[in-house]
């Protein structure tokens, strides 16, 4: 029996449906997070993955079913009270302040957790600089702590990107196509620094991912999805020796070696 068993579910959805005029988008999904699991999300483009992220953090209403985080049903909240309630996100296009500094960005950010905002912008760079620099320095970023957001290499500003999701210290963050646009050592990389924090906090991540080798490599376990429908769910050597999932991704190979092809969910 995995340790993953005997964990307390984060995370609950239960049978999550959405529909874009007549097409089924997501189609009676349920699974469930552990405390401190990283659960991988993958399947074809159009699968319906990122329909999936963005009910969960209330970007958009399900037509069914029900998301329960520590507890509570999230159904109709706002994604700004998603997010106080401890769910974190990152996107698959980085969403930084271009103009401020790496450590500003980060600044930004826990003020806004320490809810500090209204009246405070000039005096951004005097607060919470030494909590902005332990996060900086976490994911590797506190030498560049100075430079500018906008000059950043890509990797890097994934890599802050992850900093800023973590000054809300959050109990879940979903995290979609973190490692897109990078280099494949940059993918192992950070999915690694991911790893390594989830073991520090007890920190809980659903992501999706393009690069199975990526998946393979970290994730605790992985869930498929085809066509609006959960697929398969379990641990790697499961998920890879699945059938049905070869079938989808390899058109019925033999080995499961492929990548899900790039694009939106």
């Avoid at 963005?54 to 970007?59: F, L």
């Avoid at 398969?232 to 999932?245: I, P, W």
């Amino acid at each position: 029996m995995s340790v993953l068993e005997f964990r307390e579910n984060i995370l609950e959805v239960r049978d999550l449906g959405k529909s874009f005029g007549g097409v089924r988008a997501v189609n009676g999904v349920s699974f469930q997070l552990a405390a401190g699991e990283l659960l991988a999300l993958i399947g074809p483009n159009g699968a319906g993955k990122t329909t999936c992220f963005n009910m969960i953090n209330g970007q958009l209403r399900p037509d069914s079913g029900a998301v329960i985080f520590d507890g509570q049903d999230l159904l109709g909240l706002s994604p700004r009270r998603i997010w106080r309630l401890g769910v974190g996100r990152t996107f698959q296009i980085t969403a930084t302040y271009a103009s401020m500094t790496v450590r500003e960005n980060v600044q930004v950010a826990l003020l806004s957790h320490h809810r500090q905002t209204h009246g405070v912008w000039r005096r951004v760079a005097s607060l919470h600089v030494e909590r902005a620099d332990a996060l900086l320095a976490r994911v590797g970023m506190v030498e560049q702590a100075e430079r500018a957001a906008g000059i950043l290499a890509y990797g890097d500003l994934k890599r802050l990107e992850l900093a800023i999701s973590l000054a809300h210290d959050p109990k879940l963050l979903l995290m979609d196509e973190p490692t897109s646009g990078m280099a494949p050592r940059e993918r192992i990389a950070l999915m690694q620094l991911t790893a390594d924090i989830v073991a520090e906090r007890g920190l809980s991540v659903l992501f999706t991912e393009h690069d199975m080798d990526v998946v393979f490599a970290h994730a605790d376990r992985v869930m498929v999805l085809n066509r609006g429908e959960l697929l398969a769910v379990g641990s790697v050597d499961e998920v890879r020796q699945d059938a049905r999932v070869k079938e989808v991704y390899l058109g019925g190979g033999s080995t499961f070696k492929a990548a899900d092809g790039g694009g939106h969910a």
